[in-house]
């Protein structure tokens, strides 16, 4: 019973989606609600800020847990490791104000779709749905299985057919209305937040609201000039935040504006066609596509015609690609399943643009919109700007903690405070006022300042190395980054690609090869016909566009494609390319293209179907992956030495095509638009192997070897052949010469056969090892890891990577601590390689063009788009220049930025308890520090510090290990904890010494010395000390003495927290914060040392002897050395915590660490030449005992 409750309280929203949610049902009480009400007013709001600061309480103190079904709040919890809560109101839907079809009143549905999750979600007979809102999409609650569904999407199980038969005529005029209104308007809507509501939410921030706390006690002490100087430092630090809050808003507002208010032609059922602006369309609409350019305001499925479209949105490249309509086949499966991967073929994207039409038969270009407003993939990708995925760093984190350990330091100084005075009989007030102050003064107020302040300078410093960022908080995070992730084409190599050579297959075998360029033009023939047609170029503006591959493909044949602008109506005509007057003589007068298989990364193929003018033969030609085309050609017609021939080519780094070639036999008039792919493409003949050269980009070797240098991994990632990427990491370096090369290749479970995963050497081994012989024949010859790096890398394709994450998860993080390639990779293959990295404790950094690697880039901790499409906005960097030079400035400024961000904490934390010991000491003699002595730590030292530590730029070269990820780590925390023992003792020992001179009294009130310094007179000889005024708290030799160790050793820490190498630039190459120490030190010793009354009136000192100020030179020099020594010699002494790393046998906690260690003691690992089959009685593979031995270690 219980867990039938539980389980109609709790569901999972978004199930298995990367917004997944737990959603749990309450209800408000009354009486809960009152005596909440009654808090927040006798708790003089603080209740009602922490209800905002924990969402989670609000909703258990106002209501009662409770079915979802009966709820009236809902309280959202992510699944992820940071389990944020938020809450939200259950609200209702009325539909009785519009007018319904026919029928639905009497138990009919409301809409014709009968699987529509909105004929479920109605309440009868009050016309009503019940809905809540997260993230900006729209759930209602489905009455049938009880679970909130998302509206404003077409559902998945509808089949080709039915897509067709129900939305083909378009809808009735009443069931657009009530999808209106249920779905809402199809608009991306963000809105400018205004300024109060950002100023708003930034100083409820508990950093803040602390800080208001601490400046009104400081205020109320009559300490205005310091609390003023904070007050200003915190409105520019929020503003700058608001500032940059409101210009992202408002680049996002005017970047989704635009394609709320298009024009667009729809079809209403029964009421023919009618234009309407773009945010009255509803799922389920047709509309047409006229020919004009369309940037498109919603997802539609293309179900009559074709048209070219410019997906530059989407990808990050802006190359037209050719969408086409969805079968009408009466397949029972649904749409995307019977189109597989390949279903988008079939889908214009909204954001996307609408380049030119090309009508089938007499009928327009029609479309049915499949989703809607933030629903649609534009909508997917401003959510993903709007609600980022949450930085996971520990700084932030740490530095609260620091916050509340000073918090805890600063309650024993208040009951220290209090037993004082108290015992002195002070006033209640006056006690009250004393211990507020020392709680205050161990926490300091400008930490969230300083913080930003550093942000602040990192994001200027990229800016001028044309790095953006979107994601300030990232940058600290870039410096732990110790494995980078690289897309291949257009971010390792070129972005184009230069036609290198053709080798035709003729009687099964290949022929001469033809080179490029030749003075030769390639001579006519099935090769050339190939070259010739199959691709998607078209012509835009009097110039071909297209495929980077297909252009110079095309240009290699030396043809020409005719302008299809003739079209009427701005149509695209049928495709017809000629000889050009420097191709090849050719018996043909031109090919007109009639039909496309449009490529797609998932089948790895294209096909068109052609006609040579002026003849009746049809050809269907293909071009593809070579091990893709092959298997679609008759066997007799491949080269028996296919394979190798290939392996020539790709293991020198080619990329290769394979071109087939098919007669079709069809009628003279046939409908070559109704053929069936998968029978068009049977039985081809095997034309030849295209081979294109893709070379590295000149600085991709030298940022891999310095990247390699600093101890951190690069991986690649690409959709490019296997063999070819091998050769590319050899080249570029990040397989290194001598190293050896394992492909891991898994395949499904086939029949009664489990799956299987083989490891082999990869070919030319040989070449590269020093005893090749052993390795290749030997398989039990172990190959060694050695700390981190490795002789052996893994390479799979991402069919192997889907396999191995399925049937064989319990390999995967052996795999992966030494894969370095991955080839043909999807776009959803390379997010979940980037999470499973991030899985083994792997900061990861993913580099790419933008094209298909929108997913990654977000997913990773630092993405990095090289491209400045529209679809890299939700990437946290992008590089204006396309150069994965970009990779080692971020990792360096990234490492500066996280270093001085830990200076700056350990330096506040220091000040405030360097200044928390001083007030603490002269507490005891009832004294306290003068306002002007306060400005002077405060404001001249402290705060110009926080401002300009910063400052300093990153080394120039990166170090082989990386900063401490933590601030509570143990270099860290006995930095502080040594320093604050050498604070204790030396303020101490001052406090105490005094006492001991001989002209020492406890109440003294002469300011200036006798002539000559030698004696000092007092006019007051002795006293309790209990007297009141200024005299008796402000003016003591305690006081005297104590304020310039305070001041001046705030001054050494500073110094000595400001170290350069190996990490940031040495502290005199930043000019402003070494002036600024050099003044602040000069201004201390001046007014210490200077014998004007003046200065003795304004700083309320007492005159003391020289001698005694040259003791108190002499202990602050003590303290300088001996704190310089244990920072600089014994605390970032890197060597010295490796020895006592490995003397007490401290091993890291790091996964990936943790695997490297196993793989170390493993004998077999790594397996070669072998093969491992899944176990069948279970999900997880079968695991050799060897293995199992391994994971016990």
């Known amino acids: 019973m219980e867990e039938k409750l539980w389980k109609d309280h709790c569901v999972l929203l978004n199930k298995d989606e990367e917004n997944e949610l737990e959603i749990f049902g309450y209800k408000t009480q009354s009486c809960r609600k009152a005596l909440c009400i009654a808090g927040y007013i006798f708790s003089c709001g603080a209740l009602l800020l922490l209800f905002y600061w924990k969402p989670e309480w609000d909703v258990w103190a106002n209501c009662i847990r409770c079915s979802l079904e009966e709820a009236d709040v809902v309280l959202l919890r992510t699944t992820d490791e940071f389990q944020r809560y938020t809450w939200k109101k259950v609200t209702w839907i009325d539909l009785s104000t519009l007018v319904l079809p ?70 009735t005029r009443e069931e657009q209305a009530i999808r209106r209104l249920v779905c809402g308007p199809n608009a991306i809507k963000v809105e400018i937040c205004p300024i109060w509501k950002l100023l708003f939410k930034e100083i409820l921030n508990p950093f803040y609201v602390f800080q208001a706390f601490t400046l009104t ?142 009508p089938t038969g007499g009928g327009p270009v029609r479309a049915v919109v499949l989703q809607t407003g933030f629903n649609t993939a534009k909508g997917e990708l401003v959510r993903s700007i709007l609600y980022p995925k949450p930085v996971n760093f520990r700084l932030y984190r740490d530095a609260f903690k620091f916050i509340i350990g000073l918090s805890v330091i600063g309650m024993f100084g ?10 002195h009989n002070k006033p209640v007030a006056e006690v009250v006022a004393m211990a507020l102050l020392l709680l205050t003064v161990a926490v300091p107020p400008a930490i969230p300042a300083a913080l930003t302040a550093g942000t602040v300078y990192a994001q200027r410093r990229l800016k001028k190395k044309k790095i953006f960022c979107i994601s300030p908080q990232r940058i600290n995070i870039c410096g732990q980054i110790n494995l980078v992730c690289f897309d291949k084409t257009g971010t390792l190599t070129e972005d184009g690609l230069d036609l290198w050579g053709i080798i035709p297959a003729e009687g099964s075998r290949f022929q001469k090869i033809h080179k490029f360029p030749s003075n030769t033009p390639l001579p006519w023939g099935p090769v050339c ?52 007057p420097k191709a090849s003589r050719a018996p043909v007068e031109g090919i007109a293209i009639l039909h496309q298989f449009p490529f797609s990364s998932g089948l790895q193929r294209m096909s068109v179907v052609s006609r040579k003018i002026g003849e009746e033969q049809y050809d269907l030609y293909m071009k593809g992956a070579p091990e893709t085309v092959s298997s679609f050609c008759r066997q007799d017609t491949v080269p028996a030495n296919f394979l190798k021939e290939l392996n020539t080519y790709t293991s020198q ?57 600093a101890h951190i991994r690069s991986v690649m990632v690409t959709g490019d052949n296997l063999q070819t990427a091998v050769t590319v990491a050899r080249n570029a370096g990040m397989v290194h010469t001598g190293s050896k090369v394992i492909l891991v290749e898994a395949n499904e479970p086939e029949g009664s056969a489990p799956a299987s995963i083989a490891w082999r050497l990869a070919e030319g081994c040989k070449a590269n090892t020093a005893a090749p012989h052993n390795i290749c024949a030997d398989t039990e010859e172990r190959i060694t890891l050695e700390g981190e790096t490795c002789n052996y890398h893994f390479a799979m394709n991402g069919k192997s990577y889907q396999v191995i994450t399925k049937h064989f998860y319990s390999l995967l993080p052996k795999i992966l601590v030494n894969a370095t390639v991955f080839a043909r990779m999807s776009p959803g293959q390379k997010s979940s390689l980037i999470e499973e990295f991030q899985k083994l404790d792997y900061y990861v950094g993913m580099c790419g063009d933008g094209t298909n690697d929108c997913g990654a880039l977000k997913a990773a901790h630092a993405g990095i788009s090289l491209s400045e499409q529209e679809a890299s906005v939700s990437s946290p960097f992008t590089s204006r220049t396309p150069s994965v030079r970009c990779v080692p400035e971020l990792i360096r400024e990234g490492r500066a930025a996280l270093v001085s961000s830990f200076a700056v ?173 050099t003044l602040q030190l000069a201004t201390c010793l001046f007014l210490f040392l200077a014998d004007m009354d003046a200065v003795y009136s304004a700083m309320q000192f007492l005159c003391t002897p020289v001698v005694w100020r040259v003791y108190i030179l002499l202990m602050l020099l003590v303290t300088f050395c001996v704190s310089f020594f244990t920072e600089d010699v014994i605390l970032q002494n890197k060597h010295l915590w490796l020895l006592l790393k490995a003397w007490f046998g401290y091993q890291s906690n790091s996964q990936y660490r943790k695997w490297q260690r196993m793989l170390q003691k493993d004998p077999s690992w790594p397996p070669v030449n072998t093969k491992d089959f899944a176990a069948k009685s279970m999900e997880a593979a079968y695991i050799n005992p060897t293995y199992e031995n391994s994971d016990k270690d």
Not at 569 to 577: E, S
Not at 674 to 701: C, H, I, P, W, Y
Request: aromatic residues 8%; neutral net charge; glycine residues 6%.
């Open 905 to 1077: 904490v350990k330096y506040l934390t220091l000040y405030g308890l360097i200044q928390f010991v001083g007030t603490a000491l002269l507490f005891w003699k009832l004294q306290i520090f003068g306002n002007h002595q306060y400005l002077i730590q405060d404001v001249f030292i402290t705060l110009l510090v926080c401002l300009t530590m910063s400052l300093t730029e990153a080394y120039p070269k990166l170090a082989p290990y990386r900063p401490p990820s933590q601030l509570i780590s143990p270099p860290l925390l006995l930095s502080i904890i040594l320093n604050v023992c050498f604070t204790i003792i030396m303020q101490t020992c001052g406090f105490l010494l005094v006492k001991q001179q001989p002209w020492y009294t406890a109440l003294a009130s002469q300011r200036h010395c006798s002539p000559g310094n030698q004696t000092v007179s007092s006019s007051s000889p002795g006293g309790n000390g209990t007297s009141s005024g200024a005299q008796s708290t402000v003016l003591s030799y305690e006081n005297t003495t104590l304020w310039p160790l305070c001041s001046i050793n705030c001054i050494i820490v500073a110094f000595i927290f400001s170290k350069g190498k190996p990490f940031r630039k040495p502290i005199y190459t930043n000019y402003v914060f070494s002036v600024l120490l």
């Open 653 to 709: 780094g080619f990329r290769v095509i394979a071109l087939a070639h098919k007669v079709l036999n069809l009628g003279k008039d046939a409908d070559v638009r109704s053929l069936e792919r998968e029978e068009a493409e049977s039985g081809l003949v095997f034309l030849g192997l295209l081979v294109m050269e893709n070379r590295l980009k000149q600085e991709t070797k030298s940022v891999l070897q310095e990247l390699a240098a």
């Open 529 to 580: 016909g190939a070259m010739v047609s199959c691709h998607s170029l078209v012509v835009l503006d009097k110039k071909i566009q297209g495929d980077p591959l297909d252009l110079k493909m095309f240009e290699g044949t030396h043809w020409e494609v005719e302008d299809s602008s003739t079209a009427q109506d701005g149509a695209l005509g049928i495709c017809i390319v000629k000889p050009g």
């Open 414 to 423: 208040f009951i220290y405070t209090v037993c004082v005075f108290v015992s």
């Open 217 to 358: 006690l400081w205020l109320s002490q009559g300490y205005i000039e310091y609390s003023v100087a904070i007050i200003i430092l915190s409105i520019i630090s929020v503003g700058l935040t608001v500032y940059n809050l409101t210009q992202q808003s408002t680049k996002l507002h005017e970047l989704v504006e635009e394609h709320n208010k298009v024009q667009v032609t729809v079809c209403t059922n029964s009421e023919g066609w009618k234009e309407l602006e773009s945010c009255c369309l509803v799922p389920g609409d047709m509309f047409l596509l006229d020919g004009k350019k369309l940037a498109l305001p919603c997802d539609a499925v293309l179900i009559d015609g074709s048209c070219i479209v410019n997906e530059g949105m989407l990808t990050g490249e802006s190359i037209p690609v050719t969408k086409t309509a969805l079968p009408f086949t009466e397949s029972p499966m649904p749409w995307k399943t019977h189109s597989m991967e390949d279903y988008r073929r079939h889908i214009l994207f909204c954001g996307t643009e609408v380049i030119q039409t090309k």
């Open 102 to 171: 026919v029928g639905s009143n009497s138990g009919g549905p409301f809409v014709a779709d009968k699987d529509s999750v909105l004929n479920r979600a109605v309440m009868k007979p009050q016309l009503k749905m019940r809905c809540i809102q997260v993230q900006k999409i729209r759930y209602i609650w489905d009455f049938s299985v009880k679970e909130f569904k998302k509206v404003g999407s077409l559902e998945d199980s509808n089949t080709c057919h039915s897509i067709h038969h129900k939305f083909g005529a378009g809808l």
